[in-house]
T-cell receptor, first 113, second 112 residues
């Protein structure tokens, strides 16, 4: 799926800071960050609708999202923890409506040493 | 507590066989059901959606929905090895805070 691009594809970190990037070329207004740990389903971390943030309150504060414009999404992670090892998917939908399907990027696989 | 339950956890069917996957929501406020397919190492892709009671067919894939019991099922006929993947059921509400809740998935293996 080249219409939602994520970088980097793979990331290996110690206790460091890093940013994940996502860009969608679909003209969608809603963008999402999902975390998928091994053997688990995707879990919503953050949702931006028309650049307004809706946060999942269970996400640790070391994760900070940013939406610089309607097509880009960043996820800043400070002082990663081993429990953060997972695949982070960016997704988008035309609008933040419950009957809209999600389109996922290929994901960034984060491995924390 | 998992709000979307899927069964079975894993399923093995022979090539050409029928695969039947089940999903139930414990949240009585959900209105929309989705089936996503995720091949190993890939991202989830929507396969089918169903919002009304009844049945919907697309090629070899059929979904059923019973809104009274909040139960949906996905049936794959003439299963192919390329159908081997993790099948994720998801549910969402039409009102209140938006959240697409995924079930833990059914791992389908189609044996040649």
């Amino acid at each position: 799926n080249t219409k939602i691009t994520q970088s980097p594809r793979y990331l290996i970190l110690g206790r460091a800071n890093k940013s994940l990037e996502c860009e969608q070329h679909l003209g969608h207004n809603a963008m999402y960050w999902y975390k998928q740990s091994a053997e688990k389903p995707p879990e919503l971390m953050f949702l931006y609708n028309l650049k307004q943030l809706i946060r999942n309150e269970t996400v640790p504060s070391r994760f900070i999202p940013e939406c610089p414009d309607s097509s880009k999404l960043l996820l800043h992670i400070s002082a990663v923890d081993p429990e953060d090892s997972a695949v982070y998917f960016c997704a988008s939908s035309p609008r933040q409506y419950s009957n809209e399907r999600l389109f996922f990027g290929h994901g960034t696989k984060l491995s924390v040493l | 507590q998992q709000k979307v339950q899927q069964s079975p956890e894993s399923l093995i069917v022979p090539e050409g066989g029928m695969a039947s996957l089940n999903c139930t929501s414990s949240d009585r406020n959900v209105d929309y059901f989705w089936w996503y397919r995720q091949h190993s190492g890939k991202s989830p892709k929507m396969l089918m959606s169903i919002f009304s009671n009844g049945e919907k067919e697309e090629g070899r894939f059929t979904v059923h929905l019973n809104k009274a019991s909040l139960h949906t099922s996905l049936h794959i006929r003439d299963s192919q090895p390329s159908d081997s993947a993790l099948y994720l059921c998801a549910a969402s509400r039409s009102s209140g805070s938006w959240q697409l809740i995924f079930g833990s998935g059914t791992q389908l293996t189609v044996m040649p």
